[in-house]
Every structure is written in C-alpha cells, then in structure tokens.
RNA sequence: GGGGCGGUAGCUCAGCUGGUUAGAGCACGGGACUCAUAAUCCCUUGGUCGCGGGUUCGAGCCCCGCCCGCCCUACCA
C-alpha cells in the first residue's frame, strides 16, 4: 500500500470579503504544518482556494456593472493570489469553486447522492425580508408596531418580512443524526479543539433537519444536473472543492490516493459545516469522511474580534512590510493557541519581533558566525571532546525536536515554537557560560588546549544553529535560508529542504572546513512601528 | 431562552484525572559580561487564581448561584 497522503486544507475562503489577517492566519498555520510534515518525508497535499458563487457575488458584480465571473476573477487575482505571495504560503493548489473541474465535479457529486436516494424535491418556507433580502430565522421574526402594525418584521433590522414558499431540492440530513453521533463517539479527534467537539455534539443531539441544498431565485451558481432551474446551493456545493480539487468526478484514481483529507482547517464559526453537514454528505455518497476538523478561536484586537466589518483590521501587507512575511508566520504561530481566540496587537508583534527574533534568534546566529568568522577565519573547526556543557547543549536540542515534532502532530504550532525555544536559549546561555572570547585569549597565548577547547565551543553552537534553520524552515524559510546559506550547509549537506526532522538532532553534521560567513542580520532592529 | 467556551501577576498566556510555598515569556528593578543586532547571562519585585456559597483532610482545578466577555442556536457565506 502505498503511503497516505497528508491533505490539509484551509476553508474555501468567500471570494467577496477582503482579505485580512484572519484568512492569513489560518492559511500560515496550515503552511507551518504541511511544510512540517513534508520535512517528516511525508507526501503531502495542501489547499487553499476560493468560494465565488452565490447572491452577494452576484449583486457586488451587479453593484460593479460586470459580470461575475469578471468580478471574482478580479478578486482572486487582485486580492487572493497577491495575499498568498504576501504570506510566503506553500500551497500546493488553488482551488476555485468556478474551475470546470469543480463544476463537473459537484454535479456528480450530486447526482450521485440523487441516485442513491439522499435527495428529494420539496418546499421550503420561510420568512424573507425584501428590505434585507435575504430570510430571516423564525426566532428572528416579531410582531411589528406603530407603522408595521400587523406585520411580521425582522428583530435584527426592523425590515418588514413575508413568508414566502421555493420550491427546492432537499438532502435527507435527518438520516443522519445517530449516524454522526456514533460516529463522534467512535473518533473522539475528528472534531477539535473538544470545545468545538462539544458544541457540535450537542448541536446534533438536539436533532438535524433536512437541508435545503438548491436555490432557483437566482442564477450565479452550479446548475442542478437534473433539473436546469435550480443551482445548487453555495454551502453545499463550495464543500466539494475538498474533493473535486483533488479529482472527484474527473480523476478517481488521483481522488482515492488524496482523500480522505487528513485536517480540515476552519475557523469555529463554520466548524458546524464541516462537522456535521460534510461528513454527512460524505456518507451519504459512500465516501471516507476526513480525519478531523480543527476548528481555530478569533483574533482579538483591542478585546474585539477582528473582522472585515469593523474598521479594527490589521493588515497582512502592512505587517508585513514592517516585519517581513517570516515574523508574520512565527507571530501567529508563537503568540497564539491555535483553537482558542487570542489577542493580538501591533505593540505585542514588535515586543515580539525584537525579543524574541531580534535579540533571541537573530543575534544568536549574528554572534556564532561573528566568532567563527574571528577566531577560525570564518572556517568551521572540528569539535574536540564533549564535555558536560556540550552534552547538555545536544541533549536539549534531542529533547526539543521530538517535542516540537509531538506538537506538530497535536496541531499545536504555539508548543512548537515553545520547545524550539529552548534551543535558542541554551544556545545563547550556554556560548555566555563557556565564554569563548576568554578562552580565545588564552589560546592566543598557546596555553593547552585552549585552542581545541575554542574550536568545540563553536562547532557545537554551528550545529545548534543548524538544527535551528531546519526546524524553523516550516515556520520562517526565508531566514532559514539564509541561515543555511551562512553555515554553509548547502555544499555538504543539501538542500534545507530535504533535511528531514527525524534526523536532524544527530550530532556532528555539519563537517569541519565548512565555510561560515557572517549574514546580514536576520532580523534586524525596527525603528518606526507605524500606527496599526 | 437553551447550549458551548472563557474570566489566573502591569501585558499575553500555561496550569494534567483536586495534593507540598500558583508558573512562563514580556515589561520593570539590580548585577555580570563584551563574541554579537545597546544584543547576551544571572537575580529580584510582582497574583484575595471574576464574586459568593458548598463538598473535601486538602480546590485555580469538583458542585450550586451570580457578574462579565465571546461563540453556536441550520438555509448571508
């Protein structure tokens, strides 16, 4: 058999919101964590893409006097591709929901489950507001006065509602109420974090209603295949670019090596769609259901969820064209649990930024080839016999990577970057204690082994630092890069790329001889931080 | 209304199935050092764990009530 494919994907995001630092951030964790697990040797798979049906692409197109299709293929191209270069994101695909392989895709989709009996003709009713043009929930619905005397109006706007019936087609979702619980039971880590888990068990232990899965008041969407009035809903159909970008309905033999998705990642306030209605659709098809769900919390500015209607958003190229696309990726990644929501703020990425980057990292590396550079003419020395400082320094750096890799598999990139961490401390503690420029002095004067001594102390924080560009290439490959680049690793060991995770703690890599250059700083100081 | 989650040092957060003096990072204060991006290393300061009851030999962790914040409660996506 041949090796799973690990397949993650970010939501399909709306093609009509601008893009912000909330679709960046889950795209960027989903970048750390593929990147990682290609690192393992992996085959992987990793998917963004675009939802671009539906009524409001349809008025926004309207609104700008084009065409929808001209309207999202400005958006994607305008805003989505350019937020993907801007965030150094390793997609492997970029999925559109109006690609014709999506197209054909969903309808066999569809047609499937119409064979098999999931799907029935019926009407739905409900309570549409013309004002707000859109329907609004019956709990949502109150009594007018004054004006609206004897008339039924929306509670969240005031507009006036009328109950109106659409005839649609309807997918037999109550079928699968015990079905999913059981399944919940039986997979306790398809749903995370358990906060996720628990709302959406409780969701459907209150019971499931068939779901309307066609619209025919309007047109900008994926045609019913039997029945030519009606286009498919957009939730319903934008799911399937799970499948349908990795070949269901064009390529069978392509789907059946990709899927199941190995994590979904979504943001909470659509983890329902996707652990409830997906799975449901899935199994209703006779199609493996994806291996797990992971819901992540809100960003908070200022206490306040970030979001494309307040004017709160930071944004991704403002930020990163302050810090560089790396400390966009390790802010988000460090400063954040990733399933919780989390504060951030412009003052907290440039504390960050500095101690941690700036002085922690950056200078660590800065000072190592300093002396390297100094002391051995930039040439890297043999390592002589291990002392206990040394032992410490590897057993740390062992330590540490198998956390870290334990944290990538948990989907807890913040536990990551914490046990990574603990290099870059030992590393700068351990180069103050052995005080190197001391022993330098001493070896100029020809005293013992002062020499061998000097030439142990830097080969051991050379390997430390190449650990440390391996394990943070999923998260800041430009700085990893150029890291590897001044070790001079490239020549005797490869491509960064290649340098799997499972081997990286072993000791002694990096041969004497090597070339060692001084590189322009990593992360250098920030002076200016313009107002968020 | 119902359901879910959270409220822990100035800030951002950890605290596993309840167990000795509640932790980390940053910020602040003091000291050491000079290889380095005025960086690094060490030490100190700092908390009625939202409030009020209860269970227990013992509760930040369990139970009840209350206050505050956020999310969900299906056809905008």
Request: aromatic share 10%; proline share 4%.
């Given at each position: 058999?041949?090796?799973?494919?690990?397949?993650?994907?970010?939501?399909?995001?709306?093609?009509?919101?601008?893009?912000?630092?909330?679709?960046?951030?889950?795209?960027?964790?989903?970048?750390?964590?593929?990147?990682?697990?290609?690192?393992?040797?992996?085959?992987?798979?990793?998917?963004?893409?675009?939802?671009?049906?539906?009524?409001?692409?349809?008025?926004?197109?309207?609104?700008?006097?084009?065409?929808?299709?001209?309207?999202?293929?400005?958006?994607?191209?305008?805003?989505?591709?350019?937020?993907?270069?801007?965030?150094?994101?390793?997609?492997?695909?970029?999925?559109?929901?109006?690609?014709?392989?999506?197209?054909?895709?969903?309808?066999?989709?569809?047609?499937?489950?119409?064979?098999?009996?999931?799907?029935?003709?019926?009407?739905?009713?409900?309570?549409?507001?013309?004002?707000?043009?859109?329907?609004?929930?019956?709990?949502?619905?109150?009594?007018?006065?004054?004006?609206?005397?004897?008339?039924?109006?929306?509670?969240?706007?005031?507009?006036?509602?009328?109950?109106?019936?659409?005839?649609?087609?309807?997918?037999?979702?109550?079928?699968?109420?015990?079905?999913?619980?059981?399944?919940?039971?039986?997979?306790?880590?398809?749903?995370?974090?358990?906060?996720?888990?628990?709302?959406?068990?409780s969701f459907v232990s209150r019971g499931l209603r068939d779901l309307s899965i066609s619209r025919s008041t309007f047109?900008?969407?994926?045609?019913?295949?039997?029945?030519?009035?009606?286009?498919?809903?957009?939730?319903?159909?934008?799911?399937?670019?799970?499948?349908?970008?990795?070949?269901?309905?064009?390529?069978?033999?392509?789907?059946?090596?990709?899927?199941?998705?190995?994590?979904?990642?979504?943001?909470?306030?659509?983890?329902?769609?996707?652990?409830?209605?997906?799975?449901?659709?899935?199994?209703?098809?006779?199609?493996?259901?994806?291996?797990?769900?992971?819901?992540?919390?809100?960003?908070?500015?200022?206490?306040?969820?970030?979001?494309?209607?307040?004017?709160?958003?930071?944004?991704?190229?403002?930020?990163?064209?302050?810090?560089?696309?790396?400390?966009?990726?390790?802010?988000?990644?460090?400063?954040?649990?990733?399933?919780?929501?989390?504060?951030?703020?412009?003052?907290?990425?440039?504390?960050?930024?500095?101690?941690?980057?700036?002085?922690?990292?950056?200078?660590?590396?800065?000072?190592?080839?300093?002396?390297?550079?100094?002391?051995?003419?930039?040439?890297?020395?043999?390592?002589?016999?291990?002392?206990?400082?040394?032992?410490?320094?590897?057993?740390?750096?062992?330590?540490?990577?198998?956390?870290?890799?334990?944290?990538?598999?948990?989907?807890?990139?913040?536990?990551?970057?914490?046990?990574?961490?603990?290099?870059?401390?030992?590393?700068?503690?351990?180069?103050?204690?052995?005080?190197?420029?001391?022993?330098?002095?001493?070896?100029?004067?020809?005293?013992?082994?002062?020499?061998?001594?000097?030439?142990?102390?830097?080969?051991?924080?050379?390997?430390?630092?190449?650990?440390?560009?391996?394990?943070?290439?999923?998260?800041?490959?430009?700085?990893?890069?150029?890291?590897?680049?001044?070790?001079?690793?490239?020549?005797?060991?490869?491509?960064?790329?290649?340098?799997?995770?499972?081997?990286?703690?072993?000791?002694?890599?990096?041969?004497?001889?090597?070339?060692?250059?001084?590189?322009?700083?990593?992360?250098?100081?920030?002076?200016?931080?313009?107002?968020?």
């Open positions: 058999m041949s090796a799973e494919t690990f397949y993650v994907t970010t939501p399909i995001y709306y093609v009509n919101d601008a893009p912000h630092i909330g679709h960046g951030y889950t795209t960027v964790m989903g970048d750390i964590i593929t990147r990682w697990h290609r690192q393992r040797g992996e085959k992987v798979w990793y998917t963004t893409g675009t939802d671009e049906h539906g009524e409001k692409v349809l008025r926004k197109a309207q609104a700008n006097g084009v065409t929808p299709q001209e309207w999202v293929d400005k958006l994607v191209e305008e805003e989505w591709r350019p937020l993907l270069r801007t965030i150094d994101a390793a997609n492997d695909d970029f999925t559109r929901t109006t690609d014709l392989r999506h197209l054909e895709g969903a309808q066999a989709f569809w047609t499937a489950l119409n064979e098999r009996g999931a799907v029935y003709q019926g009407s739905f009713t409900g309570w549409y507001s013309v004002g707000s043009e859109e329907f609004v929930g019956d709990d949502d619905v109150v009594d007018g006065e004054g004006d609206d005397e004897g008339i039924k109006v929306s509670k969240l706007d005031g507009s006036r509602v009328e109950l109106i019936s659409e005839d649609n087609y309807f997918f037999r979702l109550s079928d699968y109420q015990q079905k999913l619980l059981d399944f919940y039971e039986a997979n306790p880590t398809f749903i995370q974090p358990e906060s996720a888990r628990n709302e959406v068990i047109d900008w969407g994926i045609p019913v295949p039997w029945d030519a009035d009606h286009i498919f809903y957009v939730w319903i159909e934008a799911l399937l670019s799970y499948a349908t970008s990795v070949g269901y309905g064009s390529d069978r033999e392509r789907f059946d090596e990709v899927w199941p998705a190995s994590i979904h990642l979504v943001g909470k306030d659509i983890a329902r769609f996707h652990a409830v209605i997906w799975p449901a659709m899935l199994m209703a098809a006779g199609e493996h259901v994806p291996h797990r769900v992971f819901a992540h919390g809100w960003l908070l500015v200022g206490g306040q969820k970030m979001s494309k209607s307040k004017a709160n958003g930071i944004r991704p190229d403002e930020l990163v064209d302050t810090f560089g696309s790396d400390a966009y990726r390790y802010y988000f990644a460090r400063a954040l649990t990733f399933g919780s929501d989390g504060s951030i703020s412009w003052e907290d990425i440039n504390a960050r930024y500095h101690a941690e980057l700036a002085n922690g990292f950056g200078n660590l590396a800065s000072r190592v080839a300093a002396m390297i550079g100094k002391y051995f003419g930039g040439t890297l020395p043999a390592s002589g016999e291990h002392t206990d400082a040394e032992l410490t320094v590897v057993d740390t750096v062992v330590d540490a990577v198998r956390d870290a890799d334990a944290a990538i598999e948990a989907v807890a990139p913040q536990d990551a970057l914490a046990a990574i961490w603990r290099i870059v401390d030992e590393l700068n503690g351990y180069i103050t204690s052995q005080e190197p420029w001391k022993v330098a002095k001493t070896a100029a004067s020809g005293e013992g082994n002062a020499g061998d001594r000097l030439a142990t102390i830097l080969n051991t924080t050379a390997e430390g630092l190449r650990v440390l560009a391996v394990v943070l290439n999923p998260v800041m490959p430009k700085a990893s890069a150029v890291l590897w680049e001044s070790l001079g690793a490239e020549a005797a060991l490869g491509a960064l790329a290649d340098q799997r995770i499972d081997a990286v703690a072993a000791w002694g890599q990096l041969p004497a001889g090597t070339t060692v250059t001084k590189p322009a700083s990593l992360f250098p100081r920030i002076e200016t931080a313009p107002t968020a």
